[in-house]
């Protein structure tokens, strides 16, 4: 069986998740769920980044232990999963014991390797990115990335041997065309190695809250070298385990932290003698109604308060149809708005509501055949279903909507020309019951074509016209005719109620 191991960014315990998280993991959880749709073996993974300065000064304000503070958060994190639908098969913590093996066992082979030296380290650290920059870099005392103030470190270190990989990876990236998408941040990456790569500090003397370096008491590891490994601990490494699961298919991660999957991790995993990740994905960034999204500034969108307003499957909508994953987006409330009343409670919720009273009132609320088809629709079933794999395959969620969109479009306008209800007094039944049918053949699709996106939805629709979550034979399903005759037809509730985004 085909395997497919997708991973989110590991989520640093400081704070509350927020929109942004949400966002990386619910991508990663619409790929999942689209491979195993597939019939393939998914290991879907996620969890927490839990060392470091800024997890230590975050306890240390809340008067906790690091580990109190983390649990805390843990939680929070999980239930918050939960709430979005996300179907991880497993959530790694960096506090735990199989990944300090992990990262242990690595650090030791590197240093056997001659790729890990000892020295000191001097210059500015970031501590909310947990990034080291260049003096040059730095301007007005402020981060290049985050824009927040830098402090000063010197520290005895231990280096990675990052210069050493620079052709190597240039290398990597001319031969794996696919190795980073979009395209578009191929080049500045290309770019960024091309400057010349500096060796990693990868130790820290000055922070307690991290894996131990092994045979140097007073070090620990630095956050990223750390948290990068996760990758490999869920895999097995480190458990004695040649780990089978490895290499990755996707990292789902931000824009800003490409860098760390495409640059110092794939060196790290050359310097270990271990295959790299076939493709990094560096999504785009939300803003809040046109505003970057602070703390400071108050705007953080917390997920479930979406969720409690909208419901999680037209969140989940929302975030994968505004943008392409990729570009960067802004939230506001006029466009969730617009797209909830247009999109799901019209196209959608309507397509569902004006057919299944019908058939249930007059066909006796049995599905009847699957007819051949109205031309139109049937290509548009067709398109839909010969291009979703590309889609899918280049994380091109926006286009893949639209395309189902399309469907749903012409399943609308076939009722409108077909005009059912005109066909009821007459007692023309066998024609009614072709229009039907054809529309609830369309519904068995979506449910099918939705499931990654809109696990509720689909499981509604799905319901309805009789079509189970999990097509064994995915090609087969997804072709027109499936329908089956004779079958119950429950009712079927609204999916996306008009009221709910008129406060
Ligand atoms: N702990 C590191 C990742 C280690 S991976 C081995 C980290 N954690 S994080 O908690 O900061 O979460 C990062 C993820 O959240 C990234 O994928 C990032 O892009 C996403 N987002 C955080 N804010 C965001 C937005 N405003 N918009 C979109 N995504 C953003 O980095």
Redesign the pocket.
């Known amino acids: 069986m085909k395997r497919f191991y997708v991973t989110t960014?590991?989520?640093?315990v400081n704070d509350r998740l927020?929109?942004?998280?949400a966002?990386?993991t619910i991508a990663a959880d619409v790929l999942a769920r689209y491979h195993r749709l597939r019939g393939e073996d998914v290991f879907f993974l996620t969890g927490t980044?839990e060392h470091g300065q800024k997890i230590a000064e975050a306890a240390a304000s809340a008067g906790v232990t690091p580990q109190e503070w983390a649990d805390r958060i843990v939680e929070d994190d999980q239930d918050l999963w939960k709430r979005l639908n996300i179907s991880h098969d497993e959530f790694i913590r960096t506090t735990e014991g199989r990944h300090h093996r992990a990262v242990q066992q690595a650090f030791r082979a590197m240093r056997e390797g001659g790729d890990i030296y000892p020295g000191t380290y001097r210059g500015p650290y970031c501590v909310p990115c947990e990034t080291y920059h260049l003096p040059a870099e730095v301007e007005g005392g402020n981060c290049p990335d985050c824009g927040r103030p830098v402090t000063e470190v010197s520290e005895e270190t231990f280096y990675f041997k990052l210069s050493r990989f620079e052709k190597p990876l240039l290398k990597h990236f001319e031969q794996h065309p696919d190795f980073l998408r979009p395209a578009a941040r191929v080049a500045e990456m290309v770019r960024f190695i091309r400057q010349g790569l500096r060796d990693q500090s990868i130790s820290r003397t000055q922070v307690r809250w991290g894996v131990p370096v092994p045979d140097q008491p007073g070090h620990t590891v630095y956050v990223w070298f750390d948290?990068?490994m996760?990758y490999l601990t869920a895999a097995g490494y480190g458990a004695g385990q040649i780990p089978s699961t490895w290499p990755a298919d996707v990292h789902v991660?931000?824009?800003?932290?490409v860098r760390f999957h495409t640059v110092i991790w794939p060196a790290m995993l050359m310097a270990l003698g271990l295959p790299l990740p076939r493709r990094v994905f560096g999504?785009?960034?939300?803003t809040v109604e046109g505003e970057k999204?602070s703390k400071s500034r108050g705007n953080v969108v917390d997920p479930r308060a979406v969720c409690d307003e909208v419901g999680v499957d037209a969140f989940r909508y929302f975030l994968l149809r505004e943008v392409p994953f990729g570009s960067d987006g802004d939230f506001s409330r006029a466009s969730l708005r617009r797209r909830y009343a247009a999109d799901l409670a019209n196209d959608l919720g309507n397509l569902v509501s004006r057919i299944v009273p019908l058939a249930r009132r007059h066909l006796g609320a049995r599905s009847p055949r699957a007819p051949e088809g109205d031309p139109e629709l049937r290509r548009a079933a067709g398109v839909l279903a010969e291009r979703m794999p590309g889609w899918m395959d280049e994380l091109e969620f926006h286009a893949a909507l639209s395309g189902v969109w399309d469907l749903v479009t012409a399943a609308n306008r076939f009722i409108d020309r077909a005009a059912p209800w005109r066909l009821t007094g007459n007692g023309d039944r066998s024609r009614l019951g072709e229009v039907v049918g054809q529309v609830l053949e369309v519904l068995r699709l979506l449910s099918i074509h939705l499931a990654p996106f809109m696990p509720e939805t689909a499981a509604a629709i799905g319901g309805v016209v009789g079509q189970g979550l999990s097509p064994r034979d995915y090609p087969a399903a997804v072709r027109w005719g499936g329908l089956v005759e004779g079958r119950e037809l429950p009712e079927a509730k609204p999916l996306f109620p008009k009221d709910r985004v008129t406060r």
């Open positions: 960014p590991l989520y640093y927020h929109l942004g998280h966002y990386s980044d948290a990068l996760n991660v931000g824009k800003e932290i999504h785009g960034w939300w999204m």
